[in-house]
C-alpha cells in the first residue's frame, strides 16, 4: 500500500464548477501536510498546508482529518489556469523532514 | 533570490557513464534534498542532508551518491549510468525549523541510453 494515495484522475470539469480531491495516507505518526500544484514539465509549488482546523486560502479549502487519516482540499469557481497535477503531501515525525508525496490528481478545467 | 537552482536542465548519458547533477541554493537553508519523478510514480526521495557534512539515504538511494560540503550546496552524482535512471530529478530546500513546504529547483530530465 502506498503511503500516500490519491484518485489519479484525471477531473474534467467546466469553468466555474466546484471540485474536490481526497488523499489518504497511512502513517499515524505523520505530523504536517500539504497540498502541491505542478504544471506540466514543471516543479511542483506550493499551494496550501493544511491544518488540523481546515483552512481556506481564496477559492481553495483544505481539510484535514487525523482520525481518518484523510485530506481534502476544495476548489470553488475553477479557472482554466486551475488545470495542473495536484499532489498531495504528507511530512513524517521526527527529525528527517522529508516529504512524502502522492502520485497526484490532475484537473482539466474546461471553456 | 535565485532560489534553488539546478543545473544542467537536460542531460542525455550513455550507459555506464558518470555524472554530477548539481543544485544550490541561496537562502540559508539547512534542509536539502533530492526527489526523483517517474510518470505514475510520484516524486520519491533519493537522499537529503539536514546540513553541512550531514547526508542520508532516502527510498530509493542506490546508484546515487549524495555530499554536502557547504549549506549552499548538494550535488547528487550518478556513479555508473543505466537507463532505469531515465527520470526527472529535482532539487528541494527548506528552513529545518518551520513547518512549511519545500521550495524545488525548476529540475534536471535526463535521458540514459
Known amino acids: 500500500r502506498k503511503e500516500v494515495e490519491q484518485d489519479p484522475g484525471p477531473f474534467n470539469v467546466p469553468e466555474g464548477a466546484t471540485v474536490a480531491f481526497n488523499c489518504t495516507y497511512s502513517?499515524?505518526?505523520?505530523?504536517?501536510f500539504f497540498w502541491y500544484r505542478q504544471d506540466c514539465r514543471k516543479e511542483p509549488k506550493l499551494l496550501m498546508s493544511v491544518y488540523s482546523s481546515g483552512n481556506e486560502d481564496g477559492r481553495f479549502t483544505a481539510q484535514l482529518n487525523r482520525a481518518s487519516q484523510y485530506i481534502s482540499l476544495l476548489i470553488r469557481d475553477s479557472k482554466l489556469s486551475d488545470s495542473a497535477t495536484y499532489l498531495c503531501?504528507?511530512?513524517?515525525?521526527?527529525?528527517?523532514?522529508?516529504?512524502?508525496f502522492g502520485s497526484g490528481t490532475r484537473l482539466q478545467v474546461q471553456p | 533570490n535565485a532560489g534553488v537552482t539546478q543545473t544542467p536542465k537536460f542531460q542525455v548519458l550513455k550507459t555506464g557513464q558518470s555524472m554530477t547533477l548539481q543544485c544550490a541554493q541561496d537562502?540559508?537553508?539547512?534542509?536539502m534534498s533530492w526527489y526523483r519523478q517517474d510518470p505514475g510514480m510520484g516524486l520519491r526521495l533519493i537522499h537529503y542532508?539536514?546540513?553541512?557534512?550531514?547526508?542520508d539515504q532516502g527510498e530509493v538511494p542506490n546508484g546515487y551518491n549524495v555530499s554536502r560540503s557547504t549549506t549552499e550546496d548538494f550535488p547528487l552524482r550518478l556513479l555508473s549510468a543505466a537507463p532505469s535512471q531515465t527520470s526527472v530529478y529535482f532539487c528541494a530546500s527548506s528552513d529545518i525549523w518551520t513547518v512549511d513546504g519545500y521550495t524545488f529547483g525548476s529540475g534536471t530530465r535526463l535521458t540514459v541510453v
Open positions: 502513517n499515524s505518526a505523520s505530523q504536517s
Open positions: 537562502m540559508n537553508h539547512e534542509y
Open positions: 542532508s539536514v546540513g553541512a557534512g550531514i547526508t
Open positions: 503531501v504528507v511530512t513524517s515525525s521526527g527529525g528527517r523532514r522529508a516529504l512524502t
